[in-house]
């Protein structure tokens, strides 16, 4: 996303989005939420509902540059291409096919390369 957001106004929808479900509406709130930004300060007050839906919300939630850990460096830097930032491991069908050959490269460089299928 490019554009800036407000994140007062982000909470705000999201209790708004959230609040109509409370099965106690008129409960007392759980927690007191302020919030600085450089457009101001803000308060909230969360019900349990809120807090549990905000749960709910941050283990369903999936980062889309979230692309799995590196099995060679367990980083979790990896690129659209499955390319590893942290130790430069390729991941998936790409990755396997260029450690394939690789290998079958610097094999035919000590003289023992498999002969290619024609």
């Given at each position: 996303?490019?554009?800036?957001?407000?994140?007062?106004?982000?909470?705000?929808?999201?209790?708004?989005?959230v609040a109509p479900y409370d099965p106690q509406p008129d409960a007392a709130p759980?927690?007191?939420?302020?919030?600085?930004?450089?457009r101001g300060d803000e308060m909230f007050t969360l019900s349990d509902?809120?807090?549990?839906a905000m749960c709910r919300a941050l283990a369903s939630y999936r980062d889309p540059e979230d692309r799995g850990e590196c099995v060679g460096c367990?980083?979790?830097?990896?690129?659209?291409?499955?390319h590893c930032k942290n130790c430069?491991?390729?991941h998936g069908i790409l990755g396997q096919v260029i450690a394939d050959h690789a290998?079958?490269?610097?094999?035919?460089d000590d003289g023992n390369a498999p002969s290619e299928p024609a």
């Open positions: 996303m490019t554009t800036s957001l407000d994140p007062a106004a982000v909470i705000a929808e999201f209790i708004d989005a759980v927690a007191l939420l302020g919030l600085r930004t450089a509902h809120v807090i549990r367990g980083g979790r830097h990896l690129d659209e291409n499955l430069g491991r390729l290998r079958r490269v610097a094999a035919s």
